[in-house]
């Protein structure tokens, strides 16, 4: 049994890979990946594995971006902290999950659903659609509540140019050139901004659409962003996902 691991966090990681030992010695954790961009590369170029397990939010996007880049053609356990809600969304998919941190029981309840999955592969097809529509619901955040010195400002969505990471802190840029800390890792934002008006360009920065002024295309397939107001450093896209960010610009 040959079992693939795609986690961003070293230590779930370590604590995963040992339990999977603990429960299925026999098996083999062929590869451990912690980003998007690493796992479909992998994924691109080998045979598929028997199982994989994978982290939802990952260091440059969600684990379910991999579906949408590269046919994922082996059962999938998911492994996250996110609540209750979306555990029942992937029960109904047949699709098992895993809270964090990971109890000894649950996952060998999840080697078992495995195991009857495995004799019915047609039962485990997983649905992307159904994974967008639980990660990123139609409820969207319409405006943020930023502070200014002893002030709180509302700003509106449509207001806002993009977001970006810089020394462990937050910020948003708005059109006007306006620059605020935001109370919210990109993770988060990402999960609370409509997809179809903004797009997580890589692990430190989400644009709006707006705000894209001109795209080049790199000789390695990378795709250079120019964004207005200007960003203080280069963006670009990944060569895995500038198809994505062109239908994005595209729709």
């Given at each position: 049994m040959k079992i693939v691991v795609i986690e961003d966090e070293a230590p779930a990681a370590r604590r995963l890979m040992g339990l999977i030992q603990e429960h299925r010695p026999l098996a083999e954790i062929v590869a451990h990946f912690d980003s998007v961009e690493t796992a479909v590369d992998w994924l691109q170029n080998n045979p598929p594995p028997d199982l994989a397990f994978m982290d939802i939010q990952l260091a440059d996007g969600l684990s379910f971006d991999i579906f949408e880049a590269v046919p994922v053609k082996c059962p999938v356990i998911f492994t996250?902290?996110?609540?209750?809600?979306?555990?029942?969304?992937?029960?109904?998919?047949?699709?098992?999950?895993?809270?964090?941190?990971?109890?000894?029981?649950?996952?060998?309840t999840a080697f078992a659903k495995y195991d009857t999955l495995a004799q019915k592969p047609q039962n485990g097809t997983i649905d992307?659609?159904?994974?967008?529509?639980?990660?990123?619901?139609?409820?969207?955040?319409?405006?943020?509540?930023?502070?200014?010195?002893?002030?709180?400002?509302?700003?509106?969505?449509?207001?806002?140019?993009?977001?970006?990471?810089?020394?462990?802190?937050?910020?948003?840029?708005?059109?006007?050139?306006?620059?605020y800390i935001v109370d919210y890792t990109i993770e988060q934002l990402e999960g609370k901004l409509n997809p179809e008006k903004f797009f997580r360009a890589n692990r430190k920065v989400i644009t709006s659409l707006e705000a894209v002024k001109d795209v080049h295309i790199s000789f390695n397939g990378k795709l250079k962003v120019y964004l207005k107001p200007d960003l203080s450093e280069e963006l670009f896209v990944s060569r895995e996902r500038a198809p994505e960010f062109k239908n994005w610009l595209g729709n």
């Open positions: 996250t902290a996110y609540d209750e809600y979306a555990i029942k969304a992937f029960k109904v998919n047949s699709i098992d999950y895993l809270l964090k941190p990971i109890d000894k029981g649950e996952l060998a992307v659609g159904e994974l967008i529509k639980v990660f990123r619901p139609d409820t969207y955040k319409s405006r943020f509540l930023v502070k200014q010195g002893q002030r709180l400002i509302p700003v509106g969505v449509e207001d806002i140019a993009y977001f970006y990471a810089e020394d462990k802190l937050v910020f948003m840029l708005t059109n006007m050139g306006n620059k």
